[in-house]
């Protein structure tokens, strides 16, 4: 079992940059691989941003060179650094942890972005 807590989203003007957090409790030693899930109202679920147990990251084409997904083990969290955000960046952001074959997430933090 993991449990996954998420902060760090709030309202920003285009242009401005935030970082989410996503902190694992519990069974964090058999995670496969953390990431962002995002889903703006009306829209699919788009995956943003994932990183393996080993540090390999990767991140969508739509945020490509503005974000930036990284780890602190020692506080076994997983940040999301957003720049240069757009206001088709607003959405929620979900983060999950990968276990064997279950998925467990957060409960999602809201991004707006409007001047």
């Known amino acids: 079992q993991v449990r996954i807590v998420e902060s760090g989203g709030g309202l920003v003007q285009p242009g401005g940059s935030l970082r989410l957090s996503c902190a694992a409790s519990g069974n964090i030693f058999s995670i496969y691989h953390m990431g962002w899930y995002r889903q703006a109202a009306g829209k699919q679920r788009e995956l943003v941003a994932i990183i393996s147990s080993g540090g390999s990251t990767n991140v969508a084409d739509s945020v490509k060179g503005r974000f930036t997904i990284s780890r602190d083990n020692a506080k076994n969290t997983v940040y999301l650094q957003m720049n240069s955000l757009r206001p088709e960046d607003a959405a929620v952001y979900s983060c999950?942890?990968?276990?064997?074959?279950?998925?467990?997430w957060g409960q999602g933090t809201q991004v707006a972005v409007s001047s």
């Open positions: 999950y942890a990968k276990v064997s074959d279950s998925w467990y």
